[in-house]
């Protein structure tokens, strides 16, 4: 089935330093939800994104949706340790062949 | 608000066996979902039970089967268990039908086949 795909894979950041991670579908998604998985526990909601161009931010973390609705990105400023995680997006709409992306793994060195 | 709970947290069991998780989803939610996540992986989705009919299927073999009750509680069943079917089980209740919902996880089985 088809899958979204994350980039970067790893990416290790100062404490600090900003990051972001990107999510991209060959074909339009109707939404994209992004979760947070910490080392040895289970993912964790985020936030859903549905309409095109979408932008929501919570603290330093911010969402957005492309205008096409094939991409989507996370950001977030001035990382900390806590931010330490798996992040995934995965696609919601009626195609069950969607699944989660592989994630990107965020080391933060403090 | 009770959460989504699983159980057994962790199985080791024998090539060739088989296997039932179970899983209570957060009250309120009657859809319940299935993924195996892979160590360094994405969670791969498995199924779907809405309201006790599975509503939607991965790319898995038919040996993995499950259920759903009418407390919206489920089970995973996965027979003639093989060595890659090692994984983390999550489970995952939304409050709708489809993946229009927002995923509530459990904290997983961790299942070991030798």
């Known amino acids: 089935g088809q899958q979204v795909m994350q980039i970067p894979q790893y990416q290790h950041v100062q404490e600090g330093e900003d990051f972001t991670t990107y999510c991209n579908s060959s074909t339009t998604l109707s939404n994209i939800q992004w979760y947070k998985q910490r080392p040895g526990g289970h993912p964790v909601f985020l936030i859903q994104?549905?309409?095109?161009?979408e932008v929501k931010k919570q603290k330093r973390l911010t969402f957005q949706f492309g205008e096409a609705k094939k991409n989507s990105s996370l950001h977030i400023t001035a990382t900390q340790t806590t931010d330490v995680g798996t992040y995934f997006c995965n696609s919601g709409g009626s195609n069950y062949k969607l699944t989660f992306g592989k994630g990107t793994l965020l080391t933060v060195n403090p | 608000e009770t959460g989504v709970t699983q159980s057994p947290t962790h199985l080791i069991k024998t090539r060739g066996q088989q296997v039932t998780l179970r899983c209570s989803s957060q009250s309120g939610h009657n859809t319940v979902s299935w993924y195996q996540q892979a160590l360094g992986q994405g969670p791969q989705f498995i199924f779907q039970y809405y309201r006790e009919e599975e509503n939607g299927r991965g790319n898995f073999p038919p040996r993995f089967s499950g259920l759903q009750f009418p407390n919206y509680s489920s089970e995973l069943n996965v027979n003639a268990l093989e060595l890659d079917d090692s994984a983390l089980y999550l489970c995952?209740?939304?409050?709708?039908?489809?993946?229009?919902?927002?995923?509530?996880f459990g904290n997983g089985t961790r299942l070991t086949v030798t």
């Open positions: 995952a209740s939304s409050g709708g039908q489809g993946y229009n919902s927002p995923l509530h």
């Open positions: 994104l549905v309409k095109s161009g």
